[in-house]
């Protein structure tokens, strides 16, 4: 799918009905109203989880009882967003069943919760999302936090290659109005922090040109976008965390290639590590696939 289109898509919410689910919904209806896009709820019923235990009440458990009280309680949660929405209850494999729909609907976006105590949620910080962003052609949307509105900021993170090329682009797509950051991260010799005084003015000299010559490899992109530039010194992913806890930034977005094997396991565990250390949303964004 072309990133132009993903703000017209449909909206994908992939949700366990826990309280930490309640965050991701009330995300994913603030972005299909600012988008104007339809909104798809989608809960699925797993075998072997929660509710499939003897003696968990009948509306826990996989049965039509527990079908039609997930159909009710997402109706309750939706009838007022003054959205297009429709709410569908799988059974299966839940990241399966996330991509059959995603697929399947044409969907721009999949937006999920971060939560660990239902079936849904003690996956997603792991085998889930790396099946979704391994698979899925259209950005994953990871909630943590409520939301209060639009976001108001938010930080694309590149280390100038095509995956995080894409990654900007989707932002662009989906967060219309919302000033993003491009922020790089260069690794120092000891891989401790420091400010650009450490470094030679070389250095500091030719990464601000390779910033330009990715910006420049992106004609398409609206204007203003990026709003800010910034490049800090050190290990990428503490700097990323720290930069996001200090400005208060709600949300990240970073680019994850396509890749398969053991480079695939690692590339999973780096999103992993993200989504376990940033104290904001993160959307994780599909790379063009690996040669």
Same mark, same amino acid.
């Given at each position: 799918? +072309?990133?132009?289109?993903?703000?017209?898509?449909?909206?994908?919410?992939?949700?366990?009905?826990?309280?930490?689910?309640?965050?991701? %919904?009330?995300?994913?209806?603030?972005?299909?109203?600012?988008?104007?896009?339809?909104?798809?709820?989608?809960?699925?019923?797993?075998?072997?989880? *929660?509710?499939?235990?003897?003696?968990?009440?009948?509306?826990?458990?996989?049965?039509?009882?527990?079908?039609?009280?997930?159909?009710?309680?997402?109706?309750?949660?939706?009838?007022?967003?003054?959205?297009?929405?429709?709410?569908?209850?799988?059974?299966?494999?839940?990241?399966?069943?996330?991509?059959?729909?995603?697929?399947?609907?044409?969907?721009?976006?999949?937006?999920?919760?971060?939560?660990?105590?239902?079936?849904?949620?003690?996956?997603?910080?792991?085998?889930?999302?790396?099946?979704?962003?391994?698979?899925?052609?259209?950005?994953?949307?990871?909630?943590?936090? @409520?939301?209060?509105?639009?976001?108001?900021?938010?930080?694309?993170?590149?280390?100038?290659?095509?995956?995080?090329?894409?990654?900007?682009?989707?932002?662009?797509?989906?967060? *219309?109005?919302?000033?993003?950051?491009?922020?790089?991260?260069?690794?120092?010799?000891?891989?401790?922090?420091?400010?650009?005084?450490?470094?030679?003015? +070389?250095?500091?000299?030719?990464?601000?040109?390779?910033?330009?010559?990715?910006?420049?490899?992106?004609?398409?992109?609206?204007?203003?976008?990026? +709003? @800010?530039?910034?490049?800090?010194?050190?290990?990428?992913?503490?700097?990323?965390?720290?930069?996001?806890?200090?400005? @208060?930034?709600?949300?990240?977005?970073?680019?994850?290639?396509?890749?398969?094997?053991?480079?695939?396991?690692?590339?999973?565990?780096?999103?992993?590590? %993200?989504?376990?250390?940033?104290?904001?949303?993160?959307?994780?964004?599909?790379?063009?696939?690996?040669?």
């Amino acid at each position: 799918m +072309a990133t132009q289109s993903l703000a017209a898509a449909p909206i994908l919410l992939a949700t366990d009905l826990s309280a930490q689910g309640d965050r991701a %919904l009330d995300r994913a209806v603030v972005m299909a109203r600012t988008l104007g896009a339809p909104l798809i709820a989608l809960h699925v019923l797993e075998p072997g989880g *929660p509710g499939a235990v003897p003696g968990a009440p009948s509306w826990h458990r996989l049965s039509d009882a527990h079908r039609e009280w997930a159909r009710y309680r997402l109706g309750l949660d939706l009838d007022r967003a003054g959205l297009a929405t429709e709410i569908r209850i799988e059974s299966g494999d839940a990241a399966e069943q996330i991509l059959r729909m995603a697929q399947s609907a044409g969907c721009g976006l999949v937006v999920t919760g971060a939560g660990r105590n239902e079936s849904l949620g003690r996956l997603l910080l792991g085998s889930t999302v790396r099946r979704l962003v391994r698979q899925l052609a259209v950005p994953v949307l990871v909630v943590k936090n @409520r939301p209060h509105g639009a976001y108001t900021e938010g930080i694309v993170a590149t280390d100038f290659s095509p995956e995080s090329g894409q990654a900007l682009r989707a932002a662009a797509a989906l967060l *219309p109005g919302t000033p993003l950051t491009l922020f790089h991260a260069c690794e120092t010799a000891l891989g401790m922090p420091g400010d650009a005084g450490q470094v030679s003015p +070389a250095l500091q000299q030719d990464l601000q040109g390779e910033v330009a010559r990715f910006l420049d490899n992106m004609k398409e992109l609206p204007p203003g976008v990026p +709003a @800010r530039r910034t490049i800090q010194y050190g290990e990428p992913e503490t700097l990323l965390s720290e930069h996001v806890f200090q400005t @208060r930034c709600d949300l990240v977005v970073a680019g994850a290639q396509r890749m398969k094997g053991i480079m695939g396991a690692m590339v999973g565990s780096v999103a992993e590590r %993200l989504l376990e250390a940033l104290p904001s949303d993160v959307m994780l964004v599909r790379g063009p696939a690996a040669s």
